[in-house]
């Protein structure tokens, strides 16, 4: 039986992006994925908390998929998390909703690899800057995967945006079958790592 | 038209004009300015009126009538039931005991009859309902505790007048006593008392039935017809109406008007019925205290000054004494109770009645009743003058004051901080919203029909004319924070937020504006709140035309929000600029050019553009030579 993933996907102005939709045009045209463009559907910000928390609980994999801003997610992804992750639904003693459940974080960041590490330009790693996020989806019981980070979106070119995109809906199409080497994948900071050893 | 008709009216309408606005200017209530301006113009100063000056009284006593019928509109029936307590308490005890001590002296030490005694301390127990309610409304102190108490008392007085003048006949022991009362009470007079009895409470019965089924009703016909002044001939009307029933069923007809104005202060017409009746109240009442002053018979105070400057110390001790012993029994705190018996020591306009009729009757000697009556029209003038007396001199001295910020505003009883004008489908969104917050709005319409649906609906909706002041006033502008003029006629806004700017200065007022042309005459006006019907709606819908060709919601969204703030701030610009119209339209044109520009720079990615806000493109562009 195939999982269902459910792609949170937030980007404030998307027609003038490269690489966000660049990859959406890779993603797959699956009835088990469904693509949640946050910004088409709370222009307002007024997030309605009880239809989010139904399509959470409706989806075995949840993906965060949004450009890096400022080392954080857009405005609005934070908005999301501030109003639809309640306690008691998604965390304390009751709050058990989203336990289990796989989550993937897909960025997009303007600066090389080279740039997030220690003697970079800036100066952490991107799990580093991703620690908040990935201890809100650790609370909430969920199983953060390593993330797949696009790197230098500034200077991509149409063959690596093709390679990114096409090894993001491989991914995806795997995760959905739920035939992904869970410990494999643990052994590697970044999903781009293991993507590359298991294609390789 | 008869001629000293006029000239009689051009003489009161000066006194009243002159002597009020004089006593207002030295800071004194208008009551003493009107008993001044009657002492001048009457027989013994000016003589321009000559004895006149009583029947006059008996005449302008019905402002008496529409000064409770207003009251009763003040007073929703579960408040009257409230008081009734303290209405028969306090009202009963201040009437009797005074009554007891004014007897006893008039049998033991000025060898008067006990019929005698016992009609002249009836008559001296009244307190003056006119002049006092009036003085506590001007000062605004009609809701402290003193100002409740000193009604109660009032209104049980009030209830007394007509048993007393039933029973002063009987004190007589001769039963040829001819009497003429101008009173139709003869109508059921000579009925069985059984019937008496029925036709009594058949009648108020029919107020509170007919208040509620027939008047409310009818009045809401009238109000179709969007005739003004039939609205206030129907007004008065009712109360002419009310106050002959009660006459013919031997009722006080103050007594009555009150009672129903106590049925329809919960109406939707309360307030508009109010504004309407106020001014011939006020007229009718100043006329009764100009009688007042010219019935004052100077001649006999300067033939007997001592007895009469004693018969008003005596009579004034003794009310102020069982006055302040009864106010303690009730317990007002002292400040209170000061007030309430300052208030109450006059004698009142009924004494005249009394006595008058004591007179017809051969109950009390002639010398006697004019030096009465000219204590009580003296103790009547007097009573401003010591109240004030208190205000300045006496009462600072007691501690526990009463913060008159604690009254409410004298029309209205529920204080809302929002009043919305007009509440077609604009205002009732308003009132909707802020209802579902919380907040509760007093409301007025001028459409009867909607007015009803909406009082259905569990909306306190007044039915009235909005621009005009007495309602605006009426509905609690002056206690009011926000004043949201959202009638649907561009006019009546306009002469509403120019009324409400005028008088009521402290109000924020929000306005709705039809168009930039509206709004620039409310700008005008000096308001800063405008909220134009063209602008929010159609920006909306041209957004979701966007979104509906495929724009990015977001962006739609933050467009329109600068659409909107860009419109606003082109407004302001232009509003200098208005007088000159040639340079109004050639920089009204070139502020929608610039708006043009603005948006088209916005979405053209090539062009130097105002809003790079996530745009990765001139992220790309600007972080190149890093």
Redesign the interface.
């Given at each position: 039986m195939l999982l269902k993933a459910l792609i949170l996907f937030a980007?404030?102005?998307?027609?003038?992006?490269?690489?966000h939709a660049g990859l959406l045009r890779y993603l797959p045209n699956h009835p088990n994925i469904y693509l949640h463009d946050l910004?088409?559907?709370y222009?307002?910000f007024n997030i309605d908390i009880k239809r989010e928390q139904a399509l959470a609980e409706a989806h075995d994999i949840i993906v965060w998929q949004h450009?890096m801003?400022w080392y954080s997610v857009?405005p609005?992804l934070k908005q999301w998390l501030d109003m639809t992750l309640e306690p008691g639904w998604a965390y304390g003693p009751e709050g058990r909703a989203l336990a289990g459940k796989k989550l993937l974080h897909v960025v997009s960041t303007?600066g090389s690899a080279e740039a997030y590490a220690k003697g970079g330009r800036n100066r952490f790693t991107i799990r580093e800057f991703l620690a908040p996020l990935e201890q809100t989806a650790h609370l909430c019981g969920m199983d953060y995967l390593p993330p797949y980070i696009i790197f230098g979106?500034?200077?991509l070119d149409e063959e690596s945006l093709h390679s990114y995109g096409s090894n993001l809906a491989w991914l995806l199409n795997l995760l959905i079958s739920g035939a992904a080497d869970r410990e494999g994948m643990k052994r590697f900071e970044y999903m781009n790592d293991w993507i590359t050893q298991k294609k390789v | 038209m008869n001629g000293s008709f006029l000239l009689e009216a051009i003489i009161y309408l000066s006194a009243g004009v002159v002597f009020v606005s004089l006593a207002k200017k030295l800071g004194l209530s208008s009551v003493l300015g009107y008993v001044i301006g009657g002492m001048m113009i009457g027989p013994y100063v000016l003589g321009w009126i000559g004895t006149e000056g009583e029947d006059i009284m008996h005449f302008a006593e019905f402002g008496v009538v529409m000064m409770l019928f207003l009251i009763g509109l003040e007073i929703e029936p579960e408040q009257f039931w409230k008081m009734r307590k303290s209405i028969v308490g306090l009202g009963g005890m201040q009437y009797s005991l005074t009554t007891l001590l004014f007897m006893l002296p008039g049998i033991f030490i000025m060898g008067w009859s006990w019929q005698m005694s016992l009609a002249v301390s009836l008559a001296l127990s009244m307190s003056s309902t006119a002049i006092v309610l009036q003085t506590l409304k001007e000062k605004g102190l009609s809701q402290t505790t003193a100002g409740q108490a000193s009604f109660s008392v009032l209104l049980f007085q009030d209830i007394m007048v007509i048993p007393i003048l039933a029973l002063l006949p009987l004190l007589v022991s001769q039963g040829e006593i001819h009497l003429e009362r101008e009173h139709p009470q003869a109508i059921i007079k000579d009925l069985p008392g059984w019937l008496q009895t029925l036709l009594v409470l058949g009648a108020v019965g029919l107020v509170f039935i007919s208040g509620r089924f027939l008047v409310v009703p009818g009045l809401r016909i009238i109000s179709k017809t969007r005739i003004r002044e039939l609205f206030t001939a129907s007004a008065l009307l009712l109360v002419v109406a009310v106050a002959y029933l009660m006459e013919m069923v031997g009722l006080s007809p103050a007594l009555g008007a009150f009672l129903a104005g106590v049925v329809l202060a919960t109406s939707e017409f309360r307030h508009e019925l109010e504004s309407d009746l106020q001014p011939f109240k006020g007229l009718l009442l100043g006329l009764f205290f100009i009688g007042v002053g010219a019935s004052i018979n100077f001649r006999l105070i300067g033939r007997e000054p001592l007895t009469i400057a004693g018969v008003v110390a005596a009579i004034v001790f003794v009310k102020a004494c069982v006055l302040f012993a009864a106010g303690r029994l009730f317990r007002l705190k002292s400040d209170q109770n000061l007030s309430f018996t300052f208030n109450l020591s006059q004698v009142g306009e009924f004494a005249f009645v009394i006595l008058a009729f004591s007179l017809q009757l051969n109950l009390v000697e002639r010398t006697w009743n004019d030096i009465l009556m000219a204590a009580t029209a003296i103790t009547m003038t007097l009573t401003p003058v010591w109240i004030a007396i208190n205000e300045k001199y006496i009462d600072p001295y007691f501690g526990t004051k009463e913060t008159v910020e604690s009254y409410t505003p004298d029309t209205i009883h529920e204080k809302h901080p929002v009043i919305i004008a007009g509440f077609g489908h604009f205002g009732s969104t308003i009132g909707r919203f802020l209802r579902a917050n919380g907040v509760e709005a007093t409301i007025l319409d001028f459409d009867s029909d909607r007015v009803d649906l909406l009082r259905k609906m569990g909306f306190k909706v007044y039915y009235g004319d909005a621009t005009r002041l007495d309602l605006l006033e009426a509905a609690g502008a002056a206690h009011a924070k926000i004043l949201i003029a959202a009638i649907d006629s561009p006019d009546a806004n306009a002469i509403l937020i120019h009324n409400a700017r005028k008088h009521f200065p402290h109000l924020h007022i929000m306005a709705r504006a039809r168009n930039r042309f509206d709004a620039y005459d409310f700008l005008d006006e000096g308001v800063t709140h405008i909220y134009r019907e063209t602008l929010y709606t159609s920006v909306h819908l041209a957004a979701d035309a966007l979104r509906h060709l495929g724009f990015r919601a977001y962006t739609v969204k933050r467009m329109a929000q600068n659409f909107i703030k860009y419109d606003e701030e082109a407004l302001m610009k232009l509003k200098s600029e208005r007088n000159n119209m040639q340079q109004y339209i050639f920089s009204a044109k070139k502020q929608i050019e610039m708006q043009e520009k603005l948006l088209h720079e916005d979405l053209l990615q090539h062009l130097t553009s105002s809003d790079h806000c996530w745009d990765s493109g001139f992220v790309r562009e600007k972080t190149k030579q890093l």
């Open positions: 980007h404030p102005r998307l027609e003038r992006s490269k690489i910004y088409e559907e222009p307002d450009p801003y857009p609005l303007g979106s500034h200077h | -």
